[in-house]
């Protein structure tokens, strides 16, 4: 495991930021950082929804106080509805999607966020990419197949919120099917399980003793 | 006795020096009394008459003064030794880190179809899904208790504000705040 950032900070200011970091995080399910501090929030956040898991729950409160501001807001939360949510996931709570660098400072950032939450990005732009595709009436490529099976996998009502989604999404981006039919030609979309491979390179079975 | 004689006679005919004239400076006591009335008046007027004074002095100096200011600046303070050549300069400036470097992580994306980075998301798409949770978040607000007032009424209780062209200039942010730029479309293989 890599050791954690330092994010040039000393170790209580390091620790106060992780924390409201992850309160940020709790309680308006995503949050919009540098990667760097995106990936340390994300390490806390993990460890935070994992100790739900524990049997002996006046412990875990007791431990997860310590990683937390805003006790009175997050906690019943925390131990109410997350736990609720995450009663099938054994891990993976959250995700870390990257943005394009901040205007300012060029910084890279990122969009920390918990999985199936009410505002997902990713849930809303892999439906946008459904409705895109349904609308133009052209197949649904083997990534955003992917992408889609991943996300209903565990969230309870997921396919019927995913269609609806997908449905709302064609009105309000789609509508005017003319205007973007010539833009977006299906055959020049790559998904990472179809590789554009250099043709003198052959892929061999591991030979078996 | 002759050379005597001769020697008085040739001083009187030699020319005469000029006569300097008499030293007269004139100090003023200090500890003498001011006679005149309202001293404080008088006092203000000197020292402004004195400024002025010094004022002139010191123009007439700038003037008079043979050697230009800006040569004991430069004199005085650290100057490179020599001129920075034209090659040392650019290879300075255009060191291998500090230039732009191309970008080889592009791809497409699959729903708007113009240009992003592979990994990242499409700045543009992102934006225009949360303005949709915007919208949503001012839709389930409920609207603020709204009071029944006549116009005149309203006037007197709620006048308003009058901006300063400062606050009216912060306002109109389409001319100052940077924004990002949309990225290109994909040229199609023809």
Redesign the interface.
């Given at each position: 495991m890599a050791a954690p950032r330092k994010l040039s900070r000393e170790v209580k200011h390091r620790k106060a930021l992780l924390k409201n970091l992850v309160t940020a995080l709790l309680e308006h399910e995503s949050i919009t950082t540098t990667h760097a501090k995106a990936k340390e929030a994300q390490r806390l956040a993990d460890k935070l929804i994992s100790l739900t898991k524990k049997s002996d729950i006046e412990q875990a409160k007791s431990l997860a106080q310590s990683d937390i501001f805003k006790h009175g807001e997050i906690l019943p939360k925390l131990f109410g509805g997350l736990k609720e949510r995450y009663a099938n996931r054994a891990g993976g709570f959250t995700r870390v999607?990257?943005?394009?660098p901040r205007?300012?400072d060029n910084a890279p950032q990122s969009?920390l966020e918990l999985v199936d939450g009410p505002?997902e990005?990713k849930f809303?732009?892999t439906a946008?990419?459904v409705a895109?595709l349904q609308q133009q009436g052209l197949e649904i490529d083997p990534l955003?197949k992917h992408n889609v099976e991943q996300l209903i996998k565990y969230r309870q009502n997921g396919e019927v919120e995913f269609n609806q989604l997908v449905e709302r999404l064609k009105v309000?981006?789609y509508s005017n099917v003319e205007s973007?039919k010539d833009?977006?030609?299906s055959e020049?979309?790559k998904s990472p399980t179809e590789p554009n491979l250099k043709k003198y390179i052959r892929f061999v079975e591991r030979p078996t003793k | 006795m002759s050379l005597s004689i001769g020697s008085l006679g040739t001083l009187s005919r030699l020319p005469r020096l000029p006569v300097l004239p008499e030293i007269q400076i004139v100090i003023p006591n200090p500890f003498q009394k001011q006679s005149n009335s309202t001293p404080t008046n008088q006092s203000k007027t000197q020292t402004k008459s004195l400024k002025e004074k010094l004022q002139e002095v010191l123009d007439n100096a700038k003037e008079l003064s043979l050697i230009p200011n800006g040569v004991w600046e430069g004199l005085l303070r650290a100057v490179p030794k020599k001129k920075v050549s034209h090659s040392r300069k650019r290879n300075r400036q255009l060191t291998g880190s500090k230039q732009l470097k191309l970008l080889n992580n592009l791809n497409r994306c699959p729903s708007c179809g113009h240009i992003k980075r592979s990994h990242h998301l499409c700045m543009h798409c992102v934006e225009q899904i949360r303005s949709i949770w915007r919208t949503d978040a001012k839709e389930s607000k409920q609207e603020p208790y709204k009071q029944e007032l006549n116009d005149q009424d309203r006037k007197l209780i709620y006048p308003g504000k009058k901006e300063s062209d400062y606050e009216k200039m912060l306002k109109d942010k389409k001319n100052w705040l940077e924004r990002r730029q949309r990225t290109f479309e994909l040229n199609r293989r023809r």
């Open positions: 999607l990257r943005l394009e205007l300012g969009i505002q990005m809303w732009l946008r990419v895109r955003t309000e981006f973007f833009n977006l030609p020049h979309l | -």
